[in-house]
């Protein structure tokens, strides 16, 4: 499959809704946001587990917004983001999308743990045990190898804010080596694995994205918003970006646009907040 290399600006590939218990704006919010920003792409995109009944009800949701006469140029897709749960890549994903029984748009790969041999570690965990001498190159290895193996068990990922698990275990992507980016670049480019710029958690860094890039591994630009007044606005991503040597749609951008008024309340809404804006300042 051939795509544009840029990473296009005029794309969110990670936005959460009020399906997800810590996110405050509904889905058709998050459209109309992507809408009045003049986005071409939107990945709706909620947390789920192996318990969640909610996915059928979200992806009639997701299909029904992208259907609506007025939606206009943004095209609304879907997702679910899912964790590690342990060192053989099992993702924690509803039985109906773990057998392929029930199809979203992609499947974002989620470090929120350290996938251990018996189960998701909490990063608490790992530091104590890494202070009783847990090696920080096995620690790595066995991120690595989960997240391929995680990869390899679905055919529409993405990885989500990638390595962003370091720093609450007391790494960095400094401490990666060559061979860990090649092997992890390698399988995402082999699986068609998406990886996400994520605007958030200012990640994956610069290094990183060059071995992606020269791997041929598809970079996609996401806010990880959880508040429909940061759906499509960049400012790490366009940083990472730059000193990555990445081109961008738009070209020499900062998608820092002004405050915007929402279409159905008319309320201004300041450029990250996502509050109404202070009458007095109208």
């Not at 590939?13 to 071409?40: K, M, P």
């Not at 890549?89 to 057998?99: F, H, M, V, Y």
């Not at 290094?207 to 970079?219: N, Y």
């Not at 940061?230 to 070209?251: C, F, M, N, Q, S």
């Amino acid at each position: 499959m051939t795509f544009d290399r840029r990473l296009d600006l005029l794309a969110d590939h990670h936005v959460h809704s009020t399906f997800s218990d810590d996110a405050q704006s509904t889905l058709a919010e998050n459209v109309s946001a992507a809408r009045a920003l003049g986005l071409r792409e939107l990945r709706l995109v909620d947390h789920v587990r192996t318990s969640t009944t909610w996915v059928p009800e979200f992806l009639g949701a997701v299909a029904a917004l992208d259907r609506l006469a007025d939606a206009g140029p943004v095209a609304v897709l879907s997702g679910v983001e899912a964790k590690i749960l342990d060192a053989r890549g099992t993702l924690d994903l509803p039985p109906e999308i773990a057998t392929g029984m029930l199809r979203v748009g992609r499947i974002l790969i989620a470090d929120h743990q350290y996938p251990g041999i018996d189960g998701p570690l909490s990063p608490g965990t790992v530091l104590e045990r890494r202070a009783a001498g847990w090696p920080a190159s096995d620690v790595l290895d066995g991120l690595v190898h989960a997240t391929i193996l995680a990869m390899k068990s679905v055919d529409n990922a993405q990885l989500a804010h990638l390595f962003s698990l370091l720093p609450k275990i007391g790494l960095t992507e400094d401490d990666l080596d060559d061979d860990h980016l090649t092997t992890l670049a390698s399988a995402a480019a082999a699986t068609g694995t998406a990886v996400e710029v994520n605007e958030k958690w200012g990640c994956p860094g610069p290094r990183s994205l060059r071995v992606m890039r020269e791997a041929g591994v598809r970079l996609v630009a996401s806010t990880d918003s959880h508040q429909c007044g940061d759906v499509g606005r960049y400012r790490r991503v366009v940083a990472l970006a730059d000193e990555a040597g990445l081109g961008t749609i738009p070209g020499d951008k900062e998608s820092t646009p002004a405050p915007w008024s929402d279409p159905i309340s008319g309320d201004r809404l300041d450029n990250r907040a996502g509050q109404v804006a202070d009458p007095a300042s109208r």
